[in-house]
């Protein structure tokens, strides 16, 4: 008698358990989407401001032949890396909530992110260096402007891996284990 009410019980819960997740995560992905469609995916947002910055910085090394050629490079770089941040912040963005709930977030391209963002990080100290041997004050004060941009472009993406993967979970620590 005692297991049939705990057997009862417990798909009881389980089904409650269930039905409220989905609730939540119905409810989050139709605000989701909503958000969606009035603007673009974190990874678009973040790859159009970089597109901009790239797009500065190559007019900037094209005014300072000094640096020009280095600029150029982190700039190309950069283009590349940011496109590879967008595709694993939309795969993040992507994950069912279902998934989220039980499993917790995708680590994996999680902590791809967080090594590009490295990456970006990496370009940002090459370019304070070409500050440093920039000619022109217009032109330190433009790479000195877009510096800061892309710091406030990474600590952006920083902000979002951290909420991700923040998100709770009933089984993440177990997954946390194995990755």
Do not use: C
């Not at 401001?49 to 090394?61: D, G, I």
């Not at 917790?104 to 967080?114: E, I, M």
């Amino acid at each position: 008698m005692n297991k049939k009410i705990l057997y009862i019980l417990s798909i009881f819960f389980t089904l409650l358990l269930i039905s409220v997740t989905n609730g939540v995560y119905a409810d989050e992905a139709s605000s989701t989407e909503k958000s969606n469609k009035a603007t673009s995916s974190m990874g678009e947002q973040h790859r159009n401001r970089v597109s901009k910055v790239v797009q500065e910085l190559n007019n900037v090394a094209d005014r300072d032949g000094g640096i020009g050629s280095e600029v150029k490079l982190i700039a190309q770089e950069e283009r590349n890396i940011s496109e590879k941040i967008k595709e694993k912040m939309d795969e993040v963005e992507e994950r069912s909530g279902f998934k989220t709930f039980f499993i917790g977030s995708d680590y994996k391209n999680l902590g791809a992110l967080r090594s590009d963002l490295i990456t970006t990080g990496n370009h940002i100290e090459k370019l304070t260096k070409a500050l440093e041997k920039a000619t022109s004050s217009t032109t330190q004060a433009e790479l000195e402007e877009q510096i800061e941009d892309l710091i406030d472009i990474q600590e952006k993406a920083e902000s979002f891996a951290k909420r991700i993967e923040t998100k709770f979970s009933l089984f993440g620590w177990l997954v946390k284990m194995f990755d």
